[in-house]
Each structure stands twice: as C-alpha cells, then as structure tokens.
C-alpha cells in the first residue's frame, strides 16, 4: 500500500511526535508513504480570510503534485485532510472551477487534474488494512487500558469528506478495542470541537471547549486521551496547565496520538514513538503497558 505522504506543517513544530510515531507505525504496518516534494502549506484556518479561491488555489499544486506521482495522498491532520480532501473532490465535479484555479497556478509549472483521493490514516488503517490485519501484528494487547477516543471535528465535516459519522463515529473506538484497549463512554464529546480555529483570538472560549473534553475523559475514568489531529493534541496537551489555572481543576490526562498507542501495540519502543515529547506526563500510561505481556 502507497500513498503520497502529505505530512501538514505542524508535524515539524509542536506535532513532531505525531510524525514520528506516523513514520515507525507505518513501517510496521506495511504503509509506505512517499514524501511529497516541494509540497505547500494547505492554508489551515487562516488562507480563508485572504479568499475561498487562495484556499483551493494551495490545495490544487499539492494535489497536481500528487497526480505527477500517481498516488493518492495520505496526510495525518484533520485541518489538512478537510481542506485537501474538499478540494480534490471540487475539482473532479466542477471542471470549469478546476480550469478558474488552474490559471492561478499555472505559473508554478502544476497543473491539477482532478485524479486524486484524499485520504486520513486512521480512514487507512481501518479500512486498507483492516480490524483483523491490524489484530495479526500486535504484540502487546492493551488490555486494562482505559482510552478515550477523541476523533475531533474536521475529519467528520462537511458529510461529503467525512471519514465517519459526524454524530457518533466509532472509527478510532475499533482500532483501540482491535488492540486490547477499554474504549471509556466519551459519546458526548468524541466529535466535540476542542476550539483550535479561535484559539488565538478568542482563548477564553478555546480553552473552555477543550477543558470540557478533557474534564469528560477523566470522569469517565480515561488513563488518556487518544487524538487523531495535532491541532487537537496541540490545545488539549499543550494550553492544559492553562486550564487547570483557569478554572482551578486538577487535570493531568495524557494526550496520546492514536500512532503512539498503535506503535505500543506493536511493541515499538516509546523513545521512536516520541512518547518522551508529550508535554503532559505519559509515563503512567507506560509504566502499565509496559508491564503487560509481550507475544513473540
């Protein structure tokens, strides 16, 4: 299985655990992610306000490069895939908005086609590789682990980009219990948005989104969250000692990407899994795994 690896620019800063936990699972997994030259960021959150046609404009020389490959592009970034993934499916239905962005383009030497899909790596992992695939290849089953899965928001919206139900995906919930994990009730806030998009402009209300996700994970007895997104990660790890501040609450819930715990299934070490970057403390949730049986 091949894909264009489109990694997003947060890997490299506060994300670069999820992408070194991306790189080590992936190998194991049998994934082989074929990095994008000279790929652009995608815009985020912020090339909107500068023009819907900037946004696409940015999606389409990723996706041209992409097509020039042959491959389809896996990235690992909510915010990425919604904007990369809305894009590749407007320009494969709408030729003359294609054709409009293209002139914008042209003088990059890509053109898009409009050839490509998008695809997430939990989308990838559930369904490429498969529940009883991913079952084969675990050494250490999580068993006792109490998790809860936080898929986020833009993975899930608008319907027809979304890897799951917007309401109540369950997407993440099958690959942690495939590893032996209790999946904690986390109905009420799986798809909640943690508020990453106003987090420089309206903290107050950012900081009070994710601190009713985290406060339901550790009501819910959770030993960590799981997120898919390093936005996600970066507001629910990095601002949490903000939270406690603020709202004066003992936290201290551990923000794990669903590739670490995957990566811990497998038994790749926590050091090539990038578990010592984690800002809220993991070793808790390592000290119990580690105690867990391993399989040859």
Known sequence: MKYAYYPGCTIFGS?????VS???TAKELGLELVDMPDWNCCGASSSPS?????TL???ARNIAIAEEMGLDILTICNECYNNLAHAAILFSENPAKKDEINSLIRDTGHQVKGTVKVRHL?????HDIGPEALEKLVRRRLTGLRLAPYHGCLALRPPEIAIDSAENPTSMNQVLEVLGAEVVPFDRFTAACCGSSVLLTQEDVALRLSYDILKGAKDAGADAVVTMCPLCHLNLDFKQKRMQKKFET???VPIIYFTQIIGLALGIS?????????LTSTKKVLKYVESLPVST
Not at 50 to 54: A, I, N, Q, S, V
């Open 15 to 19: 994300g670069l655990e999820y992408q």
């Open 22 to 24: 991306t790189l080590a």
């Open 50 to 54: 500068h023009g819907h046609d900037l």
């Open 57 to 59: 404009a940015l999606q």
């Open 122 to 126: 939990l989308d990838v992992v559930l």
């Open 250 to 252: 003992e936290l201290g």
């Open 270 to 278: 926590p050091k090539k899994l990038g578990l010592q970057k984690n």
